[in-house]
């Protein structure tokens, strides 16, 4: 039986690089984190964006001192990673510019904890059903949120792509609301970017979910991802409670 995390990144068969990341790694303690980050930005910025704010937020978690609550070390990663990006790209003229989305999570004894930037997402899988646990920092869950869109004109706008908050955007980033759930036996917890979400149909993503292990759920739902187009690059990271 494999390890109850897997994280998985793919190309597409579109884009011509992969601004994606994702890990899944343990942590002391019997703790699980959970990264997904889809960057953004010309030529080689996107992927160097997104990889630079991934290591920054893991040395952070790593780093912080013991007794350090879920909360505050996943504060200190968006922190790390936000610093780290908004230096290289004010110091690079190549990398002017570059940002990323990150949606970092901490498992730890069957609770998850959960912080998001951009439109990367959280979902817990639960009884054969895909639940969103995160809210987009984007144009138009804005719109959504102010009744001025409907959620399918949303998801059909031409600006659905417009985040409105990134990492390495600004000197300083207020990352928003943290997000706790509850995992029961059987539950899992998907961290992904739109090249996921957007190809594959929720009640697809929990049904292979359910079906397999993370390691073969996460290879399944690229392939999904693939057959619907493959429009973008693909990423996620997966976590079982057994």
């Known amino acids: 039986m494999g390890q109850p995390f897997f994280a998985l990144r793919d190309r597409g068969r579109v884009r011509p690089v992969n601004q994606d990341n994702a890990l899944a790694v343990a942590l002391p303690g019997d703790r699980v984190l959970l990264l997904v980050a889809d960057g953004v930005g010309g030529a080689r910025a996107g992927e160097v964006a997104s990889a630079e704010a991934m290591h920054a937020a893991v040395a952070a978690v790593r780093e912080a001192p013991d007794g350090t609550t879920p909360e505050a070390a996943l504060a200190g990663a968006i922190e790390a ?14 990398l002017a ?87 029961v036996p059987g539950d899992a ?17 929990a049904e292979t979910i359910a079906a397999h292990a993370p390691e073969e759920a ?10 619907g187009g493959g429009t973008d690059n693909i990423s996620l990271a997966i976590y079982r409670r057994s």
Not at 191 to 204: E, I, K, T, W
């Open 189 to 205: 917890l998907l961290l992904c970017s739109d090249g996921l979400y957007r190809l594959v149909p929720p009640a697809r993503i």
């Open 97 to 183: 510019g570059m940002a990323t989305t990150l949606v970092i999570a901490i498992v730890d004894h069957g609770r998850a904890t959960i912080l998001s930037v951009g439109d990367s997402r959280a979902y817990l899988a639960s009884g054969g059903t895909l639940h969103p646990l995160t809210t987009d920092d984007s144009w138009v869950e804005h719109q959504v949120a102010s009744g001025a869109m409907t959620r399918d004109e949303a998801e059909r706008s031409p600006y659905r792509n417009a985040i409105t908050k990134g990492v390495g955007v600004d000197e300083l980033l207020d990352p928003g609301e943290i997000v706790r759930t509850a995992l």
């Open 81 to 94: 990673a936000n610093q780290r990006v908004f230096s290289l790209s004010a110091k690079d003229p190549a």
């Open 218 to 227: 996460a290879e399944r739902l690229v392939a999904l991802a693939n057959e």
